[in-house]
Antibody
Framework: EVQLVESGGGLVQPGGSLRLSCAAS????????MHWVRQAPGKGLVWVSC????????RYADSAKGRFTISRDNAKNTLYLQMNSLRAEDTAVYYC?????????????WGQGTLVTVSS | QSALTQPRSVSGSPGQSVTISCTGT?????????VSWYQQHPGKAPKVMID???KRPSGVPDRFSGSKSGNTASLTISGLQAEDEADYYC???????????FGGGTKVTVL
């Protein structure tokens, strides 16, 4: 089974940038769509972005459009999220998740998450 | 895209059944059979409990079941156990423009 480990979170000033990584174990990474989902402190889950198996198709939530870029390197079994023009409201734990379920329309498994704090 | 509507909390005694509703629209819950449910314990990552409305992944106890009627999906936990106390989130595919939308979450308390 694929295991996912996020990294790259931290404290960044408003307007700054950060790149998150999600390292996947196992040989099936390149066969699955991948997602980023975030959770602000004490709040619910919010879908952020997804990418298809070869990186040719990407989708974003309205809150991420124009500021975030999802990408993947199948040779390195790694998913990325480049976040620019960060705002206080982007403060959250960011989870990567593999498309899962019989239809591939759910999220399974999830990584442990990485915390992004946007503050001056 | 608005979040799906879930009750903020539900509770039950051990052994009882509880049901969590998840109400959306014909553009998400009602339009696709792609509703999934996630359990999240404090400080932990979410874990899938149900996907594709009714399918229970391997390893998930059979006391968890899912259903859908119109624009409302439901998660039922039968024979409630102490370890079921957690937050539960529904999620639905909402088409290529809106992609995926989550509910606000429901806290399940085992009395």
């Amino acid at each position: 089974e694929v295991q996912l480990v996020e990294s790259g979170g931290g404290l960044v000033q408003p307007g700054g940038s950060l790149r998150l990584s999600c390292a996947a174990s196992g040989s099936t990474f390149s066969s699955h769509w991948m997602h980023w989902v975030r959770q602000a402190p004490g709040k619910g889950l919010v879908w952020v972005s997804c990418i298809n198996v070869d990186g040719s198709t990407t989708r974003y939530a309205d809150s991420a459009k124009g500021r975030f870029t999802i990408s993947r390197d199948n040779a390195k079994n790694t998913l990325y999220l480049q976040m620019n023009s960060l705002r206080a409201e982007d403060t959250a734990v960011y989870y990567c998740a593999k498309a899962g379920g019989g239809s591939g329309m759910g999220f399974d498994p999830w990584g442990q998450g990485t915390l992004v704090t946007v503050s001056s | 895209q608005s979040a799906l509507t879930q009750p903020r909390s539900v509770s039950g005694s051990p052994g009882q059944s509880v049901t969590i509703s998840c109400t959306g629209t014909s553009s998400d819950v009602g339009g696709f059979n792609y509703v999934s449910w996630y359990q999240q314990h404090p400080g932990k990552a979410p874990k899938v409990m149900i996907d594709d409305v009714t399918k229970r992944p391997s390893g998930v106890p059979d006391r968890f079941s899912g259903s859908k009627s119109g624009n409302t999906a439901s998660l039922t936990i039968s024979g409630l156990q102490a370890e079921d106390e957690a937050d539960y989130y529904c999620c639905s595919y909402a088409g290529s423009d809106s992609s995926w939308v989550f509910g606000g979450g429901t806290k399940v308390t085992v009395l």
